[in-house]
């Protein structure tokens, strides 16, 4: 073990237990020092795993442990900023779960005691670190798909079924949809876009959320609880079934996020389009289906014609066919070890980008202001659908974006 390696504490030992094989990989990097979890069969289960860890229970006695250099807040979502917040004034460098906050206020907290503290805080968002969206991010580097014009991302995962504990009562999720109503979970479908078109120095700048009605979450409770339950009636769930975001960049790139948690259908929780002025990337539908890409200069086949109508006809290739010749060389780095971390690599490369910055090997690729910028998508979507569907601006969180 290097006398350098980060120590590291866990706050939510349930989502946590992803990050075993990155920490095995990584223990010349990083040691586990601790686990915070109100569950105390949690907590036995790490201990066993990792005998000489510290246990927590209490989030704010684990922070008092000064042995402690970081902490990975793996805890529910809406807990997410002041668990932050509280970290960084006690001294530990932050890897917070996603969305960093979901308010603007606690955005705003959190990039100042960042400012202030002058440790590292990083956003865990693992879909900008697939292997196809990296290599869709190292190919608009360099330029290939020319310069970007309109975006997709979308979460589409039908989760009805954690939404509840097992009897019935509402957990964190299911309170998120009941109280809440917007784009609720935007920095999956949000995050790998936004870091193409960072490439170039774009900025988000404004943004419309619409909500569709609320069925899928009214019917799921009527089959499997019962017409009594209150989940069942009309009016219990604030959230919409499907939400809609269209945002567009000081540089006039549309883009398009839609989220849907509820929904009954296949999953399809990776979907990104890219449209730029010498090609294109679309995202395959589902686990079998190939990623497809078109580029003008590269991607011409036998088997294309121009019609008599002036229309070239042409096909799409599979994204594989331009790897691993353009894979991102942090792929071609890790691959053998990402390939077997779930979320297509991402929680491995959180990690290895997180402890890295802090032992001062690199920048970090998402910085708390992309965090904070990326999630106030959440706050500015339920303002959005509140008025009706109106453009909401994105805020100033730092001399960067003043151009100051």
Known sequence: MSARAVKLAVVGGNRGTSFNRSLAVLADKVQLAAICDLNEEILKTWKEQYPDIQTYQNYNEML???SIDAVLIASPMLLHARQAIAALKAGKHVLSEVI???TLEDAYELVETVEKTGLVYMM????CYTRSNLAVKHMAEKGMFGEIT??????????????HNPNGQLNWRGKLHKEYNGMNYPTHSLGPVAQWIGLNGDELESMATFVSKSRALRNFCDEYFGQDHPGAQDGFWQQGDSAVTVLRTKQNVLINLRVDWSSPRPHNTKHYVLQGTEGAYQSGRYQEEEDLIWLRDRSSSSTDQWLESGELQTTWRPLSSYQPEYDHPLWKKWAEHASQVRHGGGDFFVLEEFV????????PSMDVYDAVTWSSVFPLSMQSVAE??????FPKFNKRSTGQ
């Open 150 to 163: 309109y975006m997709e991302g979308a979460y589409i995962h039908e989760l009805r079924h954690i939404l």
């Open 100 to 102: 960093a906050a979901h």
């Open 356 to 363: 890295s910055v802090i032992l001062g090997e690199r920048e």
């Open 64 to 66: 008092q442990n000064p």
């Open 388 to 393: 009706n569907g109106k453009v909401m601006t």
């Open 124 to 127: 865990a968002e693992n879909y």
